[in-house]
């Protein structure tokens, strides 16, 4: 895959991931003004107990599966039926086993971790969600190790539409409603949406299957079982465990942060609603880059991955500065977006300027975010995903740490976490990039890059905020227009001065 291929796969996935990042900030808003911030705050205290039992089967094992099917020689080998059929058995079982896990544990977590015995039924119904997502997880890390993007698009797009539909109906039918109620009826969508999803990849696969058979004749390669289980359990293991300490985090602080505000001084009401506010409604923006990183990263890795097998190395580094150069391109302008319209984006989506402080704090760690994001997935695509799982537990760790001390100061409160997680992530950011350097060898061009990327974003603020404060004294009563007009003459000037400043880099 050369790099024009590369940036064309991004770039369908990328405009997937858009209408499926659209459509969930607007479920998300909408979901927000029925069952309010501590509504949300529910649903965010009892998803990462999903995102840690799900972790195992799900984060390792769909990118092992990438991986291997990526280096066989045909797309219709018989070595690729055996890898998904084992690779399905093994989450098949880790996944039911950690599913009946959790409905006998989930009092004792609701009492000893969390905290809250009103989370019970929460937790329970996420129950179901282990399985499918799991299973989910793994078919697509089989279509992008075949480098076939249709169906984990089309699904991405059914689970998101089934469980909006679902949701913000039911709600709508029972509204008004409680936030405990509303949280536990937008978990049982969660299930209902995944399954959806589920059942269209299954019915792709179903499809390929077919095809496989008609051309079963090509080649005949075979490999054992337990070569295959080997590679799965070597590549998945690190990757995984990196995972696991991501959601730990999540999960420490869903406990932490709240119990942590309650000591500053606030209510378990407002502990539990500003904790809703930053992880339900501020992360939502602070993860927008990832409409192209995610998309770029089960792109990269299987790609790289294929080309080192077959010592390709000058495509390996051609990739990798694409990659580095695509992160720095859309979080660089984000991040300054986030700083200057913060205040009204925060007022107009969720009518809260709280929302708009917490986006503008949380702004500054986007950057770093992006690019830790794409150097691990392009590390692991190398196979050294040791490394970035001693990176990611070294900055989690020291995340966390701060979090806790910070956090409980009445002067500081939540924004010892905006500073926390700031710090985390450039640390993890700088650990992979030495790593990086060290494996290959690339040319030191980021630093220019990265220096007219920020001069297209100083001019691309002085002319989005002179048009803005133009714009207010011409539509005073429409906000919305003012935003929108605003943030397109932002953008466009943006674009024409990355066009000036670098123009080689369109030629693909």
């Given amino acids: 895959m050369n790099k024009s291929h590369l940036i064309y796969r991004t770039a369908i996935l990328s405009g997937v991931n858009f209408i499926v990042r659209i459509l969930g900030f607007v479920y998300k808003i909408v979901l927000s003004k029925i069952i ?10 009892s998803i990462p107990v999903l995102m840690l039992f799900v972790t195992i089967p799900s984060s390792g094992i769909p990118i092992a599966v990438s991986k291997i099917i990526a280096k066989q ?30 409905i006998i544990t989930s009092k004792s977590i609701c009492t000893n971790i969390l905290k809250n015995q009103n989370l019970y039924l929460h937790i329970l119904f996420l129950s179901p969600a282990i399985v499918i997502i799991s299973l989910s997880s793994v078919i697509r890390g089989f279509f992008y190790g075949m480098k076939l993007i249709k169906p984990t698009s089309i699904s991405q ?18 509204s008004p409603i409680k936030p405990h109620l509303g949280a536990l009826i937008a978990i049982i969508g969660l299930s209902l949406g995944e399954l959806i999803g589920l059942t269209s990849l299954i019915s792709f696969y179903q499809a390929h299957k077919k095809n496989y058979l008609i051309h079963n004749f090509i080649t005949n390669i075979n490999v054992s079982s337990t070569k295959i289980l080997h590679k799965i359990i070597n590549i ?13 985090l999540q999960l420490v602080n869903a406990v932490i942060i709240p119990n942590r505000l309650i000591v500053s001084g606030l209510s378990s009401k407002e502990a539990i609603s500003s904790f809703g506010r930053v992880t339900g409604m501020t992360m939502p923006f602070i993860f927008l880059p990832f409409i192209v990183i995610s998309a770029l990263a089960v792109n990269i890795i299987p790609n790289i991955s294929r080309n080192l097998q ?19 391109l859309i979080s660089f302008p984000l991040t300054a ?3 200057l319209f913060s205040h009204d984006i925060g007022l107009f989506l969720y009518n809260d300027e709280l929302v708009g402080i917490y ?23 190398l196979g050294k995903q040791v490394y970035t799982t001693i990176n990611h537990a070294i900055g989690m760790s020291i995340q966390l740490l701060i979090t806790y001390i910070l956090v409980s100061n009445p002067n500081i409160r939540i924004y010892g976490f905006f500073i926390s997680f700031f710090i985390g992530n450039l640390i993890t950011f700088i650990l992979n990039a030495i790593i990086l350097r060290k494996t290959i060898k690339l040319k030191n061009t980021y630093i220019l890059f990265a220096l007219k990327v920020l001069a297209s974003t100083i001019i691309m603020i002085i002319i989005g905020n002179s048009i803005y404060i133009r714009l207010c004294t011409i539509f005073i009563n429409s906000q919305l227009l003012i935003l929108a007009l605003a943030l397109i003459c932002a953008f466009a000037t943006y674009l024409v001065c990355i066009i000036l400043f670098e123009p080689k880099l369109f030629k693909h």
């Fill in 36 to 45: 309010g911030a501590e509504g949300i705050g529910i649903f965010q205290m």
């Fill in 73 to 102: 020689p045909s797309t219709h080998s018989k070595s690729n039926q055996k890898i998904f059929n084992l690779s399905i058995l093994i989450t098949l079982i880790i996944s039911v086993s950690l599913s009946i896990l959790l």
């Fill in 157 to 174: 797009i059914l689970e998101q539409v089934s469980r909006i539909i679902f949701v913000l109906g039911y709600l709508y039918y029972l």
């Fill in 236 to 248: 998945s293991t690190p990757i995984t465990i990196s995972k696991l300490i991501s959601i730990l």
């Fill in 310 to 328: 077959y010592k390709n190395y000058s495509k390996i580094k051609n990739d990798t500065n694409t990659a580095i150069k695509i992160a720095i």
């Fill in 337 to 339: 977006i986030y700083i």
């Fill in 359 to 381: 986006i503008k704090s949380m702004g500054y760690s986007t950057i770093f975010l992006a690019l830790h994001h794409i150097i691990a997935s392009i590390l692991h695509g």
